[in-house]
């Protein structure tokens, strides 16, 4: 049998993985094809979806616009027999709409146990939009 056989998570695995798991490593590709990765905090939805905010400006969303394809890192262990990582690779999509953003960066929060957006960060971002 392949040990890759043996070492696959299961997709309840994978679920419970990612839901546990604190930091993703997204690499997206720069304008020059080289890879660009960057740490970041997500949330996992039911459905396997993963979901994150950042600035519209930023180095990975700038690759994403141009290049949607981009993989994803989660990994664990301190030991090398405690390694686990999943690798996602897929093509991202950047979604603006300013109340779908506000939804995630709550989750994100509620995840991290860190204060959410303040509702002058919300009503700054809607009066963009809108």
Known sequence: ???RKTIALTPEERR???EESHTIILTSNDRRGYP????????ADRDGTI???????SQKAVNLR???????LVESGRTYLEL???LIRG???????VEHVLDVLERVHAKYDTPGPAEGLREAMRGQAG
Do not use: E
């Open 1 to 3: 049998m392949q040990r």
């Open 16 to 18: 419970r993985f990612l």
């Open 36 to 43: 660009h990765s960057v740490a970041m905090w997500y949330v």
């Open 51 to 57: 979901v994150m905010t950042t600035f519209a400006k």
């Open 66 to 72: 141009r290049d949607p394809r981009c993989a994803l």
């Open 84 to 86: 686990k990582g999943l």
């Open 91 to 97: 093509r991202a999509t950047l979604d603006d709409d």
